[in-house]
Nanobody
Framework: QVQLVDSGGGTVQAGGSLRLSCAAS????????MGWFRQAAGKEREFVAR????????YYADSVKGRFTISGDNAGNTVYLRMDSLKPEDTAVYYC?????????????????????WGQGTQVTVSS
């Protein structure tokens, strides 16, 4: 059974930093990409960042570009999200996700429905 466990959330002041982690386990686990999404209260889940293991290609939502950095280990079992210069509008529950399939169009990795496994979520609160 595949399981993703995300952690590292908390409460920080605006301008602060946090590092989220997501560890995958399960004998059959493998993925072509992993990503981070977030969902603020009363809003839909939105794409934040993703990494495609082949080539280590990363992509970010415009709202976090230049402030957030996604990375992972070589085995493709752990993904991180370093968040700097945090803003109150970054407040949300953050979820990691893993996609088994390879999509020729990398934009498909920005769609939540194209991910197969999800973490339980970790709360990030940024106070002003």
């Amino acid at each position: 059974q595949v399981q993703l466990v995300d952690s590292g959330g908390g409460t920080v002041q605006a301008g602060g930093s946090l590092r989220l982690s997501c560890a995958a386990s399960g004998r059959t686990f493998s993925s072509n990409a992993m990503g981070w999404f977030r969902q603020a209260a009363g809003k839909e889940r939105e794409f934040v960042a993703r990494i495609i293991w082949s080539g280590g290609r990363t992509y970010y939502a415009d709202s976090v570009k230049g402030r957030f950095t996604i990375s992972g280990d070589n085995a493709g079992n752990t993904v991180y999200l370093r968040m700097d210069s945090l803003k109150p509008e970054d407040t949300a529950v953050y979820y990691c996700a893993a996609a088994r399939n390879y999509y020729r169009r990398s934009s498909y990795y920005q769609v939540p429905g194209n991910y197969d496994y999800w973490g339980q979520g970790t709360q990030v609160t940024v106070s002003s």
